[in-house]
C-alpha cells in the first residue's frame, strides 16, 4: 500500500470534472483519497448510498466499454440512476446549440457524463448546465481514467506519488499521453515519454506541464530511446497508435 495523502479540506461538491487543470493538487489528492474510501467501504460491504434519489446522464458519443461500465457500476454502488444516451440515440448540438441541450438536460438530471469529440463540447455542457458534468474522454483529455491510473499509482507502489517515475511509450499526441502529462506534472510525479518526435504532445500543453513540473520538482522528459526512458521507472504505460 502507497503512502498516504493528508486530509483535505476541499469542498469539491457541486464542481464539473473536464480537465485536471482545473484542479490543485490539494484537490485532486482528496479526490483520490475518496476513491480509495469508497472502494475500500463497497469491498467491506459498509458503502453508504450517498446518490440515493440523484439521476445521472451518460452521453456517449463515441462507444465504450471500461468508461461505460465504470460510471454506470460506481452509481449503482452509490445509489443514482443512470440514462444512457449512445452514439446513436441523441441529438446533441445537431437541432440546437450546445449550450441549449446543456440547458435543457441540466433540468432533468443532477449530474452529465459526457464522452465524445472536443474539448470544447464537454466545457461548453458544463458552462450552461447548471449540474456537474464529468469528462468521459474527448479528443484532447481524459481526466477520469488517470484518476483511476494515479490510484493504481498510490496503492501497488511504497513510494509517495512525488517520488514515483511514470513513463508513456507510443503515440504521444493523443488525450491519455496529453491527460498523463498533465496530472504528472500537477502531482509532482516524475513523467517521462519515449514517442517520435513528430508524436508528442501540443507544444504549449508541454510548456505549460514543465512549469507546473519545475514548480513541483519533477522531472518532465522526452526520449527517443525506449531502453533509456524506462531506465529506473515504477510504471511504464501505452496506448494504441491513433495520430
Given at each position: 500500500?502507497?503512502?498516504?495523502?493528508?486530509?483535505?479540506?476541499?469542498?469539491?461538491?457541486?464542481?464539473?470534472?473536464?480537465?485536471?487543470?482545473?484542479?490543485?493538487?490539494?484537490?485532486?489528492?482528496?479526490?483520490?483519497?475518496?476513491?480509495?474510501?469508497?472502494?475500500?467501504?463497497?469491498?467491506?460491504?459498509?458503502?453508504?448510498?450517498?446518490?440515493?434519489?440523484?439521476?445521472?446522464?451518460?452521453?456517449?458519443?463515441?462507444?465504450?466499454?471500461?468508461?461505460?461500465?465504470?460510471?454506470?457500476?460506481?452509481?449503482?454502488?452509490?445509489?443514482?440512476?443512470?440514462?444512457?444516451?449512445?452514439?446513436?440515440?441523441?441529438?446533441?448540438?445537431?437541432?440546437?446549440?450546445?449550450?441549449?441541450?446543456?440547458?435543457?438536460?441540466?433540468?432533468?438530471?443532477?449530474?452529465?457524463?459526457?464522452?465524445?469529440?472536443?474539448?470544447?463540447?464537454?466545457?461548453?455542457?458544463?458552462?450552461?448546465?447548471?449540474?456537474?458534468?464529468?469528462?468521459?474522454?474527448?479528443?484532447?483529455?481524459?481526466?477520469?481514467?488517470?484518476?483511476?491510473?494515479?490510484?493504481?499509482?498510490?496503492?501497488?507502489?511504497?513510494?509517495?506519488?512525488?517520488?514515483?517515475?511514470?513513463?508513456?511509450?507510443?503515440?504521444?499526441?493523443?488525450?491519455?499521453?496529453?491527460?498523463?502529462?498533465?496530472?504528472?506534472?500537477?502531482?509532482?510525479?516524475?513523467f517521462r515519454m519515449a514517442s517520435?518526435?513528430?508524436?508528442?504532445?501540443p507544444e504549449k500543453l508541454v510548456?505549460?506541464?514543465?512549469?507546473?513540473?519545475?514548480?513541483?520538482?519533477?522531472?518532465?522528459?522526452?526520449?527517443?530511446?525506449?531502453?533509456?526512458?524506462?531506465?529506473?521507472?515504477?510504471?511504464?504505460?501505452?496506448?494504441?497508435?491513433?495520430?
Amino acid at each position: 500500500m502507497g503512502s498516504n495523502f493528508p486530509t483535505s479540506q476541499s469542498n469539491l461538491k457541486g464542481r464539473s470534472f473536464v480537465k485536471l487543470l482545473d484542479f490543485t493538487p490539494g484537490e485532486i489528492q482528496s479526490l483520490l483519497a475518496l476513491s480509495k474510501n469508497l472502494k475500500d467501504a463497497q469491498k467491506a460491504g459498509t458503502e453508504k448510498k450517498n446518490l440515493q434519489g440523484k439521476t445521472i446522464a451518460l452521453i456517449f458519443e463515441k462507444d465504450s466499454t471500461r468508461t461505460r461500465c465504470a460510471f454506470e457500476v460506481a452509481a449503482l454502488h452509490q445509489g443514482a440512476n443512470t440514462v444512457y444516451l449512445g452514439p446513436e440515440g441523441n441529438h446533441i448540438g445537431s437541432k440546437e446549440t450546445i449550450a441549449d441541450s446543456a440547458r435543457v438536460l441540466g433540468g432533468m438530471f443532477d449530474a452529465i457524463q459526457y464522452r465524445g469529440h472536443g474539448q470544447v463540447l464537454v466545457e461548453t455542457l458544463a458552462e450552461y448546465a447548471g449540474v456537474p458534468v464529468y469528462n468521459g474522454l474527448t479528443d484532447e483529455f481524459h481526466p477520469t481514467q488517470v484518476l483511476a491510473d494515479f490510484l493504481t499509482m498510490w496503492e501497488c507502489c511504497p513510494k509517495p506519488l512525488e517520488q514515483q517515475t511514470l513513463v508513456y511509450l507510443g503515440d504521444g499526441a493523443n488525450n491519455m499521453a496529453n491527460s498523463l502529462m498533465v496530472g504528472a506534472a500537477l502531482m509532482g510525479i516524475n513523467f517521462r515519454m519515449a514517442s517520435p518526435v513528430s508524436m508528442r504532445p501540443p507544444e504549449k500543453l508541454v510548456e505549460t506541464c514543465r512549469k507546473m513540473a519545475e514548480n513541483n520538482e519533477s522531472e518532465l522528459d522526452f526520449f527517443a530511446d525506449a531502453k533509456e526512458a524506462v531506465r529506473g521507472a515504477d510504471f511504464l504505460y501505452t496506448d494504441v497508435w491513433l495520430s
